[in-house]
């Protein structure tokens, strides 16, 4: 299994790119997004996963393992292939896939290229409770915060208290920088701060 590839991009073009390892050029699909910010020359670092048909070996690569991680998800679901899945990623987020599956909406899938209205939902019933939205990281656009293993401890415990997934991983969003500097973001520090963040609300049951 190919997991990585750190080289040099060779070329690009609108859905791939080919990136030079160890004088070996690996042709790799990617999303629209990563397609345009890749051109010849640049040093990139891929999370790949390798397809593997009696026909072809392809890989899919992407700039964040929680993109490949929701790649991967995605191909588990009843008539998706790689590159319907890919084509998921091209179009939305890995936070607004995540939350498009917590509210039961299948309409941001629905208007994705090659995507049936019945595959869109197939897409939330079979992903129901796999997804989850990342949380900023240590030094990230979102600022200072908590590691991504205690943030994702801190979304666990607030949905076992009753709380939906997208309702617990807004509230550790809003205060990882706050925790950050209250006992450096410790679990027991960010569970106080979520819980203070929603306040005497009631937790939103599954069939609410």
Known sequence: MISSLR???LHSDAESVIVEVGGVGFAVAVTAQMARALHAGDETVLHTNLVVREDALSLFGFAEREEL??????????GVGPKSALGVLSALTVTQIADAVAAEDDAPFRRVSGIGPKTAKLIVVQLAGKLHAPVPRPGSAGGPGAAPAVAGQVVAALVALGWSERVS????????????????????????????????????????
């Open 7 to 9: 080289g040099v991009v």
């Open 169 to 208: 991983a807004e509230a550790v969003q809003a205060i990882v920088g706050d925790a950050a500097a209250s006992e450096r973001g410790s679990v027991p520090a960010l569970l106080k701060l979520a819980l203070a963040q929603l306040g005497p609300s009631r937790p939103e049951r599954a069939n609410v």
């Open 69 to 78: 991680d929701t790649f991967i998800l995605l191909l588990s679901v009843s």
